[in-house]
């Protein structure tokens, strides 16, 4: 019998997804539960696979993986879609397909399936990296297929005795990973509405957070974080400090209107303590160790980047191209950054490199100024002749002399 490997996450949509690819196309299903840092109990998860049909059921820890090849080039990249997002779900299914393409191929099967609707991003990333990695596999997408609404769902899983974590009055989607949280349905779809405080759980409110302000150290080498107050952790580890330390500060709470690549609007909340704190130092130690001529060019790099990574587009030509040249950049950004936390904001408010380009004696007024007031004027000339020109020009069209003059 063909087997089909399903992308599962233990919600909603793939719990149902089991039986219903069974029995409508017949095939074997192999649940793949892939850890990328949600917090989850995943021996729960691999018995429930099981235990609503799938004849294998996997957990792959891909944490450190997720770190070193996707968030520490997000980092790099100051990844952020439309200057909001930090991307995280998108950040995380090339690695997700990727290794459900890599199950495929170990277990012979000939399919692979998502969770993800028709309305959805999620669909074409994994798609498209099937797609590039192993255009061989034939794609399921019951989602996309059944034509059941959130409602009828809950009511298939509860006919065929599936347990499922939502109910119809509490009707959220979320996605986890290591880098953010997604909230989205029921009354979020609302955007003249406030966003229901039930729906955070990563983070404080205003009003719960701490009066005074928490200080963190952050040490980057080559644009990598390494150390979280003279402490070096794992990326992972130090990524979940960061969120629980934001989140009790309110930090990384994100309600915006989103421009899905589908083509509509959505509204979507995040929750990103760490993804928040962690791009806030590095901005700022680039802003140190940078020269102006990259500083001023590398955001254009970095807006086709967050495209890139929201469209599914990870692995392409362009994408690897940038980030070669992201990569040559941060070979600049060592040092350490200090953050201040305070009721829901994030400020860098210190830093110090090895690398600084910053020099006290240039930029100073004081009596240890060393630099040369007399050669402004030259520069300013140099600099001012094309408008004087452009200038010159436009006064003689204005103005042109009479004939016989």
Known sequence: MSKCVLAYSGGLDTSVAVRWIAEQYDVEVIALAVDVGEEKNYEAIRQKALDVGAIESLVVDVKQEFFDDFISRAIGANLMYEHQYPAFTALARPLLAKTQVEVAREYGAQYVAHGCTGKGNDQVRFEVTYAALAPELKVIAPAREWGMTREQEIDYAQQHNIPVPVGKGSPYSTDTNLWGRSIECGQIEDPTREGPEDAWEWTNSIAAAPEEPTYLEIAFEQGVPVALDGEELPGPQLISRLNTIGGENAVGRIDMIENRLVGIKSRELYEAPAAVILLTAHRDLESLTLDRETMHFKPYLELRYAELVYYGLWYT?????????????????????????????????????????????????????????????????????????????????????????
């Open 317 to 405: 030509p362009l994408r690897e191209a940038i980030d070669a040249f992201v990569s040559e950049t941060q070979k600049r950004v060592t040092g350490k950054v200090t953050v201040k936390l305070h009721k829901g904001s994030c400020q860098a408010v210190a830093r110090a490199s090895e690398r600084s380009l910053y020099q006290y004696e240039l930029a100073t007024y004081a009596a240890e100024d060393i630099f040369d007031q007399s050669a402004s004027p030259g520069f300013i000339h140099i600099w001012g002749l094309p408008a004087r020109v452009a200038a010159q020009i436009d006064r003689n069209a204005q103005n042109p002399s009479r004939p016989g003059q």
